[in-house]
């Protein structure tokens, strides 16, 4: 008999189904019952599929999560952009500095212009057309506290949207005396 409760109630332990007075006769079917009712609100951990709640918590990450990866991507574009836009215009400004170093001509003044598509020292014309679209340059030419020492500034300038944005750059030259 106790083999038989056994298989209608594999559940419990083989410890129970003995026939010691502990355990009565009458209360195997009990004990039975009650392990089964056990059992049948255990989960096993390889149940295959997701439930309802684990959906609608995965749902609810992504709605959170992808605005805020798609904001930031939209965040890195622009610095993108505008790092772009900072590193052509240092490159700029560095090649009008050395224009204005090679050519030796340290007169005191201001003068402004665009970028032409011109190699260095060649004579501009007419037909010149920009290079360097939306960059402007303003170069000045200052004295300093010593005489034969001169400042240098070149200022490049171009629109980002309705803002006008600049960088500067300055050096120090040696004037020598035909400039004077």
């Known amino acids: 008999m106790p083999q038989d409760v056994q298989k209608d109630c594999p559940a419990r332990p083989l410890h129970l189904f003995s026939n010691d007075a502990r355990t009565p006769p009458e209360d195997f079917a009990t004990s039975c ?3 089964m009712a056990r059992d049948r609100h255990r989960t096993e951990p390889d149940d295959d599929g997701f439930t309802l ?4 918590l995965a749902i609810a990450l ?3 999560a992808l605005p805020i990866l798609l904001g930031l991507r939209n965040f890195d574009l622009g610095l993108q952009e505008r790092a772009s836009e900072l590193t052509a215009a240092t490159l700029l400004a560095q090649e009008k500095l050395l224009e204005t170093e ?8 201001e003068t402004a212009g665009e970028f032409l598509n011109l190699p260095l020292g060649a004579q501009t014309t007419i037909q010149a057309v920009p290079r360097a679209v939306g960059y402007r340059w303003k170069r000045t030419i200052a004295p300093t506290p010593l005489e034969l020492i001169r400042e240098i500034r070149i200022k490049i300038s171009w629109l980002r949207g309705e803002v006008e944005e600049s960088i500067e750059v300055s050096t120090y030259v040696f004037a020598g005396r035909s400039t004077f």
């Open 33 to 35: 019952w009650i392990a």
């Open 53 to 56: 709640l684990e959906v609608l």
């Open 62 to 64: 992504l709605a959170i």
């Open 102 to 109: 090679l050519s030796g001509q340290y007169a005191i003044g």
